[in-house]
């Protein structure tokens, strides 16, 4: 979170979330559109995952915590594939991450659960 960060957000967070309207989805755009301004949050996995930590461990109130999407690593690849998501051969494909992700969004489609809450479990 370079000197971009620093300069538009005066180094508080907060200040992040405020701009973007507290949506979830906002803020996600966001970053992957300033890429550059916060090299270690914009992929996809990361991403997610400390959005969840900021919902979870702090008092930031974000909205549409729906598009907090599982983050897909070896662990959750594993979990779908022993659920039946998937088979073992399209595991192995390249695009998986891409694929698993939204498949957790169909699970949980309509439920009161959002897919990065399988991620701990």
Known sequence: MCNTFMDKFQGDIRK?????????????????KNKKGFP???GTKILNY?????????DAKL????FI???????????SEKLGLITHDEAEKPNI?????SLWEEVFRDTERCPI???TP
């Open 50 to 58: 400390w959005l969840y930590v900021m919902i979870q461990y702090t």
């Open 69 to 79: 999407t599982v983050a897909p690593d070896t662990h959750v690849i594993q979990a």
């Open 40 to 42: 270690y949050l914009s």
């Open 16 to 32: 992040l979330f405020w701009d973007n309207d507290n949506s979830v989805k906002k803020i996600k755009e966001y970053i992957i």
């Open 97 to 101: 991450r891409e694929k698993v992700s």
């Open 63 to 66: 909205e549409d915590r729906q």
């Open 117 to 119: 809450d399988i991620h």
